[in-house]
């Protein structure tokens, strides 16, 4: 090991010390919603229920603030052959956490717990399901019945991709269904993972893997529920690794990544996974280099806006969240599908 690589792995060290430091009854704590995509000023659920209300129009209808997605990701992120004791009890009480989230009765999980009026959606399912299976926590037939339910989103006549959320196919046509191209990329991982290839080829996953090409194709944005280009990078590189249509197109889009992109320590966190997922010949030293240098005293990352609602202007984030990423992207690992 190199010297820069002792003092990255003295910084994962850190960073786990901190994430586990963090744990509660609940498990990690939420990601915190905000008006702005850098998160300058994080709200309170309660806040932000409140300047929709006043400033938009819009009650949500309950104070966002027990979202389920930063704990499916660190089961997606951590280590299942996790060595060092914190680690291991952070897997731990991430399950648990991500349980919470599940529908009663439905092979589908939500964004926040049962109970609040926010439908299930199929990028908490694909991030539950992956999350779960990496670390062998879901049963066979478990993850068989999640995949179905993820596939059996794909109806109507449009023979579109897999929408965001289930209740879409009973929207009348003029509200239309929700697409997202981060999500669609999410949910092909999940559809190819060892064990639930068994129902594919598939209209719906066919469907979803050209929205997802034609996005790797066109400029480079964010989409409706990720904010930042970078998010949407990562998850089609993440993709990639089990599904070799997207390989090249992933690799070509990351190629030209240098030190200079990446304006939040999570996006260089993302541009540095999403190089290591693709092989592409980015500066993933210089990345990580950078990444490491933005480490806080404490030992975590700075909160930045990860995901948004996507008809109202809240996006989530928290050092809990940023410090998961950066923890992985700190520990290189030889991608699923390579």
């Not at 704590?29 to 006043?54: I, K, Q």
């Not at 794909?154 to 209740?167: L, T, V």
Request: glycine share 10%; charged share 20%.
């Amino acid at each position: 090991m190199s010297a820069e690589e002792t003092a990255w792995d003295a910084a994962v060290g850190r960073g786990l010390a901190f994430l586990h430091g963090a744990l509660g009854p609940a498990g990690l704590p939420s990601a915190r919603p905000g008006t702005d995509p850098e998160l300058r000023t994080p709200l309170t659920g309660a806040d932000a229920r409140r300047r929709l209300l006043v400033g938009h129009g819009v009650d949500l209808g309950f104070d966002p603030d027990r979202e389920g997605l930063s704990a499916m990701w660190g089961l997606a992120l951590l280590r299942p052959d996790a060595q060092r004791p914190e680690e291991r009890a952070l897997v731990a009480a991430l399950a648990e956490q991500v349980a919470r989230h599940r529908e009663p009765g439905r092979h589908r999980y939500r964004l926040f717990p049962p109970g609040v009026p926010f439908a299930a959606d199929t990028g908490s399912t694909a991030l539950a399901l992956s999350g779960l299976a990496r670390h062998g926590l879901l049963a066979a037939d478990d993850q068989d019945f999640l995949v179905r339910e993820l596939l059996d989103t794909q109806i109507g006549p449009d023979d579109g991709p897999i929408p965001a959320y289930w209740e879409d196919t009973d929207r009348t046509a003029s509200h239309g269904r929700r697409y997202d191209a981060v999500i669609a990329a999410d949910v092909l991982f999940a559809l190819h993972l060892p064990g639930t290839a068994g129902r594919l080829p598939h209209p719906a996953g066919e469907a979803t893997l050209r929205y997802v090409q034609q996005h790797l194709a066109g400029p480079r944005t964010g989409t409706r529920y990720y904010a930042s280009p970078e998010a949407f990078l990562h998850a089609a590189a993440r993709a990639s690794t089990l599904l070799p249509a997207l390989a090249a197109p992933a690799r070509r889009a990351i190629e030209h990544i240098t030190t200079q992109f990446a304006d939040t320590a999570l996006e260089l966190a993302l541009l540095v996974l999403a190089g290591e997922y693709t092989g592409a010949g980015a500066d993933l030293p210089g990345l990580r280099r950078r990444l490491a240098d933005a480490q806080l005293p404490d030992g975590s990352w700075p909160a930045a806006g990860f995901f948004r609602t996507g008809s109202v202007p809240l996006h989530f984030g928290s050092p809990h969240l940023t410090t998961l990423f950066a923890v992985r992207a700190l520990r290189p690992e030889t991608p699923p599908g390579r």
